[in-house]
């Protein structure tokens, strides 16, 4: 069982807006704001989409954004094209112990 | 551009040992904290371990404490992963990945490298 809960799948047509939740604890989610969201296509690595809850790395397009309340952080995905066909995992910061966590990931369909 | 080419993966028996290595490139290396991050088949990603950019912290998931040991060598530019007692659960792809600030977040990651564990 992964430590942070997040649906199977999600999905939606192209131009669409999809919310992908990411629920934890007090001890992850809710405790910090080190929140990450990472896209992977089918045989490739994990690409950062999303830190600090909300931040977007260089090059990542605006239609990315990310957001929390309490213990369940959401990415946001908004004008769905075909390219964001992937798997998405969250990942929180869970203290200098446990350190990382992630969750189980949601596999986005374009439909 | 960052690079992170990970190597040493392959076919090992149970109880056997591995010895993954990831070469980096393109940034200062011994100013992060890296990390190695597992991936088993069709499964999600896990956390492994990671180490400070002076070696001075480490730490390990409770799946591997006490038979693996992270590594880094700043003159080499080169992180290292010794696996030993390795399970069939250990059976997975394996990330070396650079850390932004320590907190558990991953901003470039290699390309990966299969371990696999049978007998």
């Known amino acids: 069982q992964s430590a942070l809960t997040q649906p199977r799948s999600v999905s939606g047509s192209p131009g669409q807006s999809v919310t992908i939740s990411c629920t934890g604890t007090s001890s992850d989610v809710g405790g910090y704001n080190y929140v990450s969201w990472y896209q992977q296509h089918p045989g490739k690595a994990p690409k950062l989409m999303i830190y600090d809850v909300s931040k977007r790395p260089s090059g990542v397009p605006d239609r990315f954004s990310g957001s929390k309340s309490g213990n369940t952080a959401s990415l946001t995905i908004s004008g769905l094209q075909a390219e964001d066909e992937a798997d998405y995992y969250c990942?929180?910061?869970?203290?200098?112990?446990?350190?990382?966590?992630f969750g189980g990931g949601t596999k986005l369909t374009v439909l | 551009q960052v690079q992170l080419v990970e190597s040493g993966g392959g076919l090992v028996k149970p109880g056997g040992s591995l010895r993954l290595s990831c070469a980096a490139s393109g940034f200062t290396f011994s100013d992060y904290y890296m990390s190695w991050i597992r991936q088993a088949p069709g499964k999600g990603l896990e956390w492994v371990s990671y180490i400070s950019s002076s070696s001075s912290y480490t730490n390990y998931a409770d799946s591997v404490k006490g038979r693996f040991t992270i590594s880094r060598d700043n003159a080499k530019n080169s992180l290292y992963l010794q696996m030993n007692s390795l399970r069939a659960e250990d059976t997975a792809v394996y990330y070396c990945?650079?850390?932004?600030?320590?907190?558990?977040?991953?901003?470039?990651w290699g390309q990966g490298t299969l371990v696999t564990v049978s007998s």
């Open positions: 990942c929180s910061y869970a203290g200098s112990y446990t350190f990382g966590v």
């Open positions: 990945a650079r850390e932004v600030a320590a907190a558990a977040t991953f901003d470039y």
